[in-house]
């Protein structure tokens, strides 16, 4: 039973294990601007999500943001302040948004993001804003190749250990099965000679 337990913590340890809880940050969008415009170093790792709220109520006022690194470029949906409802509080135009959500890749989205929000009035570009965030690395606590080799190493002399145990245990088994069953044919003929053999 301590070898089953031993080679299920092996396991364990042996398993990836994210660096940090996933997080969102928001970053609002009103008529005086990004707040903020340059999200704070250490805000966001790689996982993180960033939220973008449009909350500019100027009459006609649309948003678009973009986030750029390396080359790549990410736009939004155009942003709208509110979306119409119906009647039964039903959003009549399902494509209009009024926040974007970004998702920064787990593995390979470190380093510095340009963020450009770009707002319209009446479908003419009026603002041009430019902000920044630096996402970090998320440390993975992933144990080194070598490590993850004597692990397994370590499983599978384990799990031998386990099926010699059980082999070990049913042999037991069988021989105190086969004790008893020799034990009663040897009475058995003791009997049958006592009853043979003739009185004195």
Not at 46 to 66: H, Q, R, V, Y
Not at 136 to 158: A, M
Not at 160 to 169: R, T
Not at 184 to 196: C, F, H, L
Request: proline content about 4%.
């Amino acid at each position: 039973m301590r070898t089953l337990f031993a080679a299920i913590a092996i396991i364990l340890l042996a398993s990836p294990v994210l660096g940090h809880d996933l997080s969102v940050y928001t970053v609002v969008v009103n008529s005086e601007g990004a707040q903020p415009t340059d999200i704070p170093n250490g805000a966001l790792k790689e996982g993180d999500t960033a939220w973008f709220w449009m909350k500019d109520s100027t009459e006609n006022t649309t948003l678009i943001i973009e986030l750029e690194k390396g080359g790549a470029t990410m736009r939004s949906p155009v942003l709208h302040y509110e979306c119409e409802l119906d009647d039964n509080g039903t959003q009549v135009d399902e494509d209009c948004q009024n926040r974007f959500d970004y998702t920064f890749n787990q593995y390979n989205s470190a380093g510095i993001w340009n963020l450009t929000f770009l707002k319209f009035v009446n479908d003419t570009l009026t603002e041009t804003t430019n902000g920044s965030v630096y996402i970090e690395e998320d440390i993975h606590n992933e144990q080194p190749v070598e490590k993850q080799e004597d692990n397994k190493t370590e499983i599978k002399f384990s799990a031998k250990l386990v099926i010699a145990g059980g082999v070990a245990g049913i042999s037991l088994i069988a021989i105190a099965i086969l004790g008893i069953k020799i034990k009663n044919e040897n009475s058995q003929k003791e009997e049958k000679v006592y009853r043979i053999s003739p009185k004195p």
